[in-house]
């Protein structure tokens, strides 16, 4: 995300707060050569990535996505093939929803995170919460999917809660939480619940960002993203296409 930062703003300075343990396992599902070679396969079919992959790999797409705008992203393609990735699970979801044929790139790419949460946390905590709206997020597993009330992005969770009162249960990260209380204690909102479907959803890469880091970062400015001008010369373009859509 940060080299995303850095490739829409090259002359802007980039800092991460910490380099250590905070890579996107995702990201790095999608090296050139699997793109390399699934381009071959299926003729040169667009390449649709998602936010969460490394600049060198978005220099090689044709447009970028973000999970909010995945399925527009892929409608906008006048081809009929479309190769997806990294996660397979958001790639099922777009599928779900448009006539195209789209094929997820690696095969079994996703999040860890998102594949913690089971069919049995559904389960337990609707049976606990049987009243309560099901948010998941398109990175969950098909069978999660498929039992939820809306399937929505990070930032259509936000905006879900904030619009209707209710007791939600949260399908994703569970530091969305602390989000989303933070937004509804601004608005003054009240009757709303926030129940994760299942605590133990941290994806431990943020966490390795903190306040204390952050302060460190900008003191010291350390820690710069850097990237070639090729690369971003190349990535910024299906970056700039999404944005332009």
């Known amino acids: 995300m940060a080299e995303t930062a850095k490739v829409i703003n090259p002359d802007k300075k980039v800092l991460l707060p910490e380099v250590k343990d905070t890579q996107c396992p995702m990201a790095h599902q999608l ?28 220099a090689m797409a044709d447009i970028v996505c973000t999970s909010a705008n995945a399925l527009k992203v892929v409608e906008s393609l ?12 958001l790639a099922y979801y777009v599928q ?40 998941v997020h398109p990175e969950c597993n098909p069978e999660i999917q498929d039992e939820a009330d809306y399937i929505l992005s990070t930032s259509g969770m936000v905006k879900k809660v904030i619009e209707e009162e209710g007791i939600y249960i949260i399908g994703t990260e569970v530091g969305l939480i602390d989000r989303i209380k933070y937004e509804i204690e601004k608005k003054g909102l009240d009757n ?54």
């Open 96 to 135: 779900k929803n448009t006539d195209k044929k789209v094929i997820p790139i690696p095969k079994d790419g996703g999040c860890y995170v998102h594949q913690l949460i089971t069919i049995e946390d559904v389960k337990k905590v609707k049976e606990k919460y049987p009243d309560a709206i099901l948010l």
């Open 192 to 245: 709303r619940e926030l129940i994760p479907l299942n605590e133990n959803a941290i994806c431990k890469e943020m966490k390795q960002i903190t306040l204390e880091k952050l302060y460190r970062a900008l003191k010291e400015e350390i820690y710069e993203v850097v990237l070639s001008d090729e690369i971003i010369e190349k990535a910024k373009k299906p970056i700039e296409k999404m944005l332009k859509l």
């Open 31 to 58: 090296p050139k050569e699997i793109i390399i070679e699934y381009k071959k396969r299926y003729n040169n079919a667009p390449l649709v990535v998602y936010v969460n992959t490394t600049a060198e790999t978005k």
């Open 78 to 89: 006048e081809e009929d093939v479309i190769l997806f990735g990294p996660d397979k699970n």
